[in-house]
């Protein structure tokens, strides 16, 4: 793993017009230990790539599919042109213009069937992986009845890797949907729907065609906002003000920031009803077990958490031990990384009413031997590591 001051310079790099990069929240940047590549495992273009140990960025391949964005378990990287707000608010006009279809397309097939079908109707993407779990749980929670994923013959494109990625969202999705009794349909295609196609008698019109290709090529600031607005207000997501990553906290542990996303997605959650009492397995939450007998109780899961999902607590008796919310782990695995002890471990299954409950585990530890704030911690933690009597204070 690539040194983490020379992680940060690498970063910075993907900085840009399409891609918005928040440090602070990156799991390797808070842990340098920390496994997680999935910007680099899903990379379309080759900007992002990791290979023998070592993290590599070419920032001119970039072509700003958002497919990374997409991917990053704690939104370290944001997607823009279009931004989430713009993308769902091109949705929502196609749903109204198409009787609740949403048709999403691949640039590719959009530039092949130039002139073919209506540009109302459809919504164009440079990749498919950019679209992700919040903008399709939050479409049937705005009512649509469809949304069809149209892909370019991605086993033969160079960005094969973002079909991929539509793909495991797609079935996220539906998994979701599922459990929470919605049928919106969501399919996964190689042609452009028959109800996209231009009438014979509408004709084609540059000027429609080429204000629609304005509103998908510029940034819509304005119109982003307000669309942001009325589905926050639709929905009723209160969003907080992200915190700014600077230091480790008076609690010891590192900023927490929970992601707009996972926001967004479980407003949606809550406005589709109750799910059904069962295990889910999706990759977007993970459910921490500490096995107590191998924990040292050195709270290092807590201290890394990006989320917030793994808190420490410390009780009026002396008890210390740390709680877990599943509903806010995102499955970075940072706690696995730190664990030194292999005390923890990450299930891929959580129950779906503990999502909108925010049910919260309790797994106390045993005190710690040498407790921090005692003035002889460090002399008696060095005997104990030497096992040697003769260490002496000055």
């Known amino acids: 793993m690539a040194h983490v001051t020379n992680f940060l310079g690498l970063l910075e790099q993907l900085q840009s017009a399409d891609i918005t990069v928040h440090q602070g929240r990156c799991a390797v940047v808070r842990n340098r230990n920390a496994t997680c590549m999935k910007c680099a495992e899903v990379c379309t273009s080759g900007c992002i790539s990791y290979d023998d140990n070592e993290l590599t960025i070419v920032p001119e391949r970039c072509i700003g599919c958002g497919t990374c964005a997409t991917v990053c378990p ?101 998994a979701l949907l599922e459990t929470w009794n919605n049928d919106m349909r969501i399919d996964l295609v190689e042609k452009l729907p028959s109800a996209v196609r231009r009438s014979g008698d509408e004709g084609y019109d540059a000027s429609r065609r080429s204000f629609f290709s304005s509103v998908k090529d510029e940034a819509k600031s304005a119109a982003a906002v307000t669309a942001d607005y009325a589905v926050k207000d639709a929905l009723g997501v209160e969003e907080p003000p992200e915190p700014k990553f600077v230091k480790v906290g008076k609690d010891g542990t590192l900023p927490h920031f929970i992601p707009d996303r996972r926001g967004r997605l479980l407003a949606a959650l809550g406005a589709l009803g109750q799910p059904q009492d069962v295990l889910i397995n999706t990759r977007l939450w993970g459910h921490v077990i500490i096995d107590p007998e191998k924990c040292s109780s050195c709270q290092m899961c807590a201290t890394f958490c990006p989320t917030g999902a793994i808190a420490k607590y410390a009780g009026e008796d002396g008890s210390i031990g740390v709680t877990h919310r599943p509903v806010d782990c995102v499955k970075c695995r940072c706690c696995t990384d730190i664990c030194a002890q292999g005390a923890l471990e990450l299930s891929d299954e959580v129950f779906a009413v503990d999502l909108l409950s925010g049910a919260q585990e309790r797994y106390p530890m045993k005190p710690l031997k040498n407790p921090p704030g005692n003035p002889h911690q460090i002399w008696r933690s060095m005997k104990d590591l030497l096992g040697c009597d003769q260490v002496y204070e000055r």
Request: proline residues 2%; hydrophobic residues 45%; aromatic residues 2%.
């Open 74 to 174: 704690t939104c370290a990287l944001e997607a823009h042109r279009p931004n989430d707000a713009e993308l769902l608010q091109s949705c929502r006009a196609v749903c109204e213009a198409a009787d609740g279809e949403v048709v999403v397309a691949c640039e590719q097939l959009l530039a092949a069937a130039d002139g073919l079908y209506d540009p109302a109707k459809v919504v164009g993407v440079t990749c498919l992986g950019r679209v992700e779990e919040s903008l399709l749980v939050t479409l049937a929670a705005l009512g649509a009845r469809r949304v069809v994923l149209v892909q370019a013959r991605c086993a033969e494109c160079e960005h094969a890797s973002g079909f991929e990625t539509a793909r495991l969202v797609r079935d996220t999705a539906l």
